[in-house]
């Protein structure tokens, strides 16, 4: 049942109003005299009231099409899809709408996004988008704000350059591996497995022996896996650099004290499961009876920010001294470099690009890994970078 209420001068317009509105089939339930309303109201003139219904069973068909919505249709030559696919599609739209609510929500929340300028929401989606956390991407917004006045703000290019030198500001980095004369460097790299600890020694070594004519030699503690000791004795061979398999701590030992006339040595670890802790006790182990100069722990790029930061926990009984990142070639999202620098405080020392020995390793640069966040293409064969790459 509809029930509505007409009002009109007259009780055939007020009559009228309901047969075009309900159609024919209404019921008159209630008339009245309305009295004229206001100060003036003697001055005017009564109005008439009409309570009419529906029954909505009863109706004819051609109103009742106009007051009940119809389905929609599907076109004939149109497949429905399936029905899990349906679902799927579904879930999909469902998630996009809770990301937009999410993102909706935090900008409505947050004073630095509330009324906010569009170069400067643009920019905010841009950094999430490259993976940088919420937090640090508003705090990266706000210094950059700072430096601005209002009408700069507004500019999406003044304001990407200032988020480029807050970003550069925020990404540590510790220039090439010091390789002095006259004092061997002993150097390790652990990580988890197939971050690229293998192949970023053998980028060092040959950049190191084949360019910097240092004498270099190589130690490899990864027995674990015949094929890796393999990889690197391949390595070793090409850049005629000697190379020493240990199986013990007392091998490593013996191992680093045959090679105290070399100027490098870079001891390669077996990857290591985060969550294997006996691993990990073997590797604090290792570094122990090793003592390196400098411990660099290696990252793959592809991998996620929550597994990295898991991993940087789960490594932090070793004494970590600088970072390595690994496949920037590969990643989508080199927002999680940031994060991870910007939380642990330490220091990048070189990012890897490629799968290729020596020539896909580069010294990290704050300014170009800025840019890459802020949304310049990454450059690896800008005028500069072979130069960089020669880990000089
Ligand atoms: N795209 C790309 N691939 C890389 C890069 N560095 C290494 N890789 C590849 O990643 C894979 C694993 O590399 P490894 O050097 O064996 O990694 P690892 O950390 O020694 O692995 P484990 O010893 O098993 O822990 C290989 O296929 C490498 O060619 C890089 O910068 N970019
Ligand atoms: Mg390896």
């Known amino acids: ?8 001068s007259t009780i055939e317009s007020a009559l009228s109003q309901v047969k075009a509105d309900l159609g024919k089939d209404a019921v008159i339930l ?4 309305l009295p004229p309303k206001g100060l003036f109201g003697f001055l005017k003139k009564e109005r008439v009231e009409i309570t009419a219904a529906l029954d909505i069973n009863l109706i004819d068909p051609n109103i009742k099409s106009k007051l009940i919505p119809k389905p929609p249709t599907i076109s004939s030559d149109s497949v429905p899809p399936r029905f899990e696919e349906k679902i799927g599609i579904l879930k999909s739209e469902i998630d996009d709408v809770k990301s937009l609510v999410k993102a909706i929500a935090h900008q409505l929340a947050d004073p630095l996004l509330q009324n906010a300028p569009d170069s400067v929401l643009e920019t905010y989606n841009h950094l999430l988008g490259n993976k940088v956390c919420e937090e640090l991407a508003k705090e990266i917004l706000l210094s950059a704000k700072k430096q601005l006045n209002k009408g700069e703000l507004q500019n999406i290019e003044k304001l990407r350059e200032a988020v480029y030198e807050q970003i550069s500001n925020l ?6 591996l ?8 002993v150097i390790a790299l652990i990580g988890p497995t197939g971050g690229g600890k293998t192949t970023t020694i053998a980028k060092l070594a040959a950049q190191f022996s084949l360019f910097k004519n240092k004498k270099v030699a190589l130690v490899t503690a990864d027995t674990y ?3 890796a000791v393999e990889q690197l004795k391949t390595y070793a061979e090409i850049i005629d650099a000697p ?9 490593a030992r013996e191992a680093l004290d045959k090679h105290l006339d070399k100027d490098l040595v870079l001891i390669d670890t077996a990857g290591r499961n985060p969550h294997n802790k006996e691993q990990l006790d073997e590797l604090v182990d290792l570094m122990k009876s090793c003592s390196p100069d400098e411990i660099y722990l290696v990252l793959s790029m592809t991998t ?7 991993a940087i926990d789960r490594f932090s009984g070793v ?11 590969e990643t989508t999202t080199p927002g999680t470099m940031l994060n991870i620098l910007a939380k642990t405080k330490k220091h990048l020392s070189y990012i890897t690009t490629g799968q290729n020995v020596p020539e896909d390793i580069e010294i990290a640069d704050s300014k170009k890994i800025s840019k890459m966040i802020v949304g310049v293409p990454f450059e690896t064969t800008e005028g500069s970078s072979k130069e960089t790459s020669r880990v000089s």
């Open 1 to 8: 049942m509809k029930v509505k209420k007409y009002e009109a």
């Open 30 to 33: 209630h008339t009245r005299k």
């Open 171 to 176: 990404i540590y980095t510790s220039g090439p």
């Open 178 to 185: 010091d390789v002095p004369k006259g004092k061997r460097k």
């Open 225 to 227: 896996r015949i094929a």
């Open 243 to 251: 190379i020493e398999v240990i199986f013990t701590n007392e091998e």
């Open 304 to 310: 996620k920010l929550t597994d990295q930061m898991d």
């Open 319 to 329: 004494p970590i001294d600088k970072f390595i990142f690994t496949k920037l070639d």
